[in-house]
């Protein structure tokens, strides 16, 4: 006597879940690229000092503000970057530079000025996360109910 049975694929929720993961993710990517720009602390156009060839020095406002970009990973998600050939400078703006002394050179012992971090990306990461928490949650109550 063979016993009832009822074989059930959920093929259809996964793909939906997939679905609400990849728009919901971007969403969230988009999300942080803007809130990241928001916060990007922008300079200003300084003199070079006298001493200098150069009258102006090679940074213009804006440059850090606009290498911030977006582009899909190759595995899964989104990558937030910022700094390029002109905003090289990112890292230190986002993490700061410790105050150690010179190790070599002419400037050899003399104390280097630290500069201090002033994160942007981060702050748009963790200003975004708990909205991109609940969105998602919801994306995938809706789908199951």
Not at 95 to 100: H, I, V
Request: charged fraction near 30%; include cysteine.
């Amino acid at each position: 006597m063979e016993k009832a049975r009822i074989e059930w694929h959920g093929d259809h929720f996964i793909v939906a879940a997939e679905v609400a993961s990849d728009d919901v993710t971007r969403w969230g990517a988009q999300k942080i690229l803007k809130d990241a720009r928001r916060f990007c602390p922008v300079g200003t156009m300084e003199r070079a000092p006298k001493t200098m060839r150069k009258s102006w020095t090679g940074r213009s406002p804006g440059t850090l503000k606009n290498s911030i970009k977006i582009k899909k990973s190759k595995y899964s998600g989104y990558i937030i970057s910022a700094g390029d050939y002109n905003a090289y400078y990112a890292r230190f703006v986002e993490l700061g530079t410790p105050g150690k002394t010179y190790q070599f050179g002419a400037r050899k012992g003399e104390a280097r000025i630290p500069v201090k971090a002033k994160p942007f990306m981060r702050q748009a990461k963790e200003a975004n996360e708990m909205s991109i928490h609940i969105k998602f949650r919801n994306r995938i109550d809706k789908i199951t109910k």
